[in-house]
């Protein structure tokens, strides 16, 4: 099976979120797509997520309509902090039968030469990239990649800050978050 890993904090999961992975799904040939739900990434601060189990709570909520979309907690007990490169070495070793390819935005392709052991994993991954609205450039070395495919998404400019600090504010962001998802925040109070 052919499985496409969306990593993020999902802090919290939301319509965008969704529509790019329906889109890659159903446009693709990727049979499926994880969400990964990553308890700390290298590049953001702890202390403004949720817990782990209440980011994938809502990733469940918000996946469990549809047969092709997974919550992931796969990296709750690696160790951290999360790189890429080990989560892809854990998965290819655990599920030997899929083969993984990454999933990412514009913006990240454009500091993926940062990535820890990127190399490694442009030599045994495909990278499907939807289109973000970002400064800079992605790096020359890139273009033309066999292994990176640029997928003609929706460009969703919608993030889980905006929705956070929304929320914070006391706005109205029901709209953009699946209905259960939306329901599960407001009955615990996330983000006041």
């Known amino acids: 099976m052919k ?27 990727l049979d499926q797509v994880w969400f990964v739900v ?34 992931s907690d796969i990296e709750f007990n690696l160790k951290q902090p999360n790189y890429t490169i080990d989560t892809l070495t854990y998965l290819g070793e655990k599920f030997s039968e899929h083969t993984f ?39 020359t070395r890139f273009d033309g990649h066999k292994k990176i495919h640029y997928i003609s998404a929706p460009i969703m400019e919608l993030s889980s800050t905006f929705i956070r600090k929304s929320i914070n504010e006391g706005k109205n962001i029901r709209p953009m978050l699946p209905e259960n998802v939306w329901e599960y925040l407001d009955e615990m109070n996330f983000y006041k």
């Not at 999933?103 to 392709?109: A, H, Q, T, V």
């Not at 993926?112 to 970002?134: C, D, G, M, Q, T």
Request: net charge positive; aromatic share 12%.
């Open 101 to 139: 390819s990454l999933i990412m935005g514009e913006d990240n392709l454009k500091s993926f030469h940062k990535w820890k052991n990127y190399e490694l994993i442009l030599e045994n991954h495909n990278i499907f990239v939807y289109p973000r609205i970002s400064k800079g450039q992605v790096e």
């Open 3 to 29: 499985i496409g890993l969306y990593f993020g904090t999902f802090n919290p999961i939301h319509i965008g979120h969704l529509t790019i992975a329906n889109h890659l799904q159903q446009h693709s040939d």
């Open 38 to 71: 990553t308890p700390l990434s290298p590049f953001k601060k702890k202390s403004s997520l949720l817990n782990n189990n209440q980011r994938l709570e809502m990733v469940y909520r918000a996946t469990k309509d549809y047969d092709y979309l997974r919550p």
